[in-house]
């Protein structure tokens, strides 16, 4: 396997786990970074760096980000989240990883990015009910700041440090692995 396509790899995880916190803020870093050359994309999904891209999904993330500062909102959309984000993680995946074999390639996409989206996306999810049942809703956009910026910040060092956004996300899903064992001795 070469360095590129470990990177790749690196790449896609790192942008999933973005996509777990919010869907569009990762494909729109996505698209600005092929559209400004920074990142290649496979050859069937290059059209994602074009302007037409960029502004589609420029637009989807700005209204994505407002729309969890609606009571209520925030709610449906954490509901639908989750397979949004499988979906979107296995595309960032898909979309980014070099020099394999279509079938490595989407086995990768489905396990690694889907889910690892998928457990992100389900531990906001949790995290946003929690809020909203202990604060009325009023810690809601606290919670909805932590995600963007997360997201945000996950798919910079994503894109520009793939191996530290792999880091992060195996910490990220350390850390849900240690809060859902610690939740599930709470219960029995």
Do not use: C, H
């Not at 389900?122 to 909203?132: F, H, L």
Request: charged share 10%.
């Amino acid at each position: 396997m070469t360095t590129e396509a470990i990177l790749s790899i690196f790449l896609g995880v790192g942008l999933a786990a973005s996509v777990g916190f919010r869907v569009f803020v990762p494909l729109f870093a996505l698209s600005l970074a092929s559209y400004f050359n920074v990142w290649e994309l496979n050859e069937s999904w290059q059209w994602v760096g074009s302007l037409t891209a960029v502004i589609t999904l420029g637009v989807a993330t700005i209204v994505e980000i407002f729309a969890y500062y609606i009571p209520l909102v925030d709610n449906l959309l954490d509901s639908i989240a989750m397979p949004l984000a499988a979906i979107a993680g296995t595309a960032v995946m898909v979309s980014t990883v070099a020099d394999l074999s279509p079938v490595i390639t989407w086995a990768l996409a489905i396990i690694a990015g889907g889910g690892t989206a998928a457990a992100i996306a389900g531990t906001s999810s949790v995290a946003r009910v929690a809020s909203t049942t202990t604060t009325g809703g009023l810690g809601n956009p606290i919670v909805s700041t932590a995600e963007t910026g997360t997201s945000i910040v996950m798919a910079g060092i994503s894109l520009f440090v793939p191996v530290l956004g792999f880091i992060l996300v195996i910490f990220l899903l350390f850390i849900i692995f240690r809060l859902y064992k610690k939740f599930k001795t709470t219960k029995a």
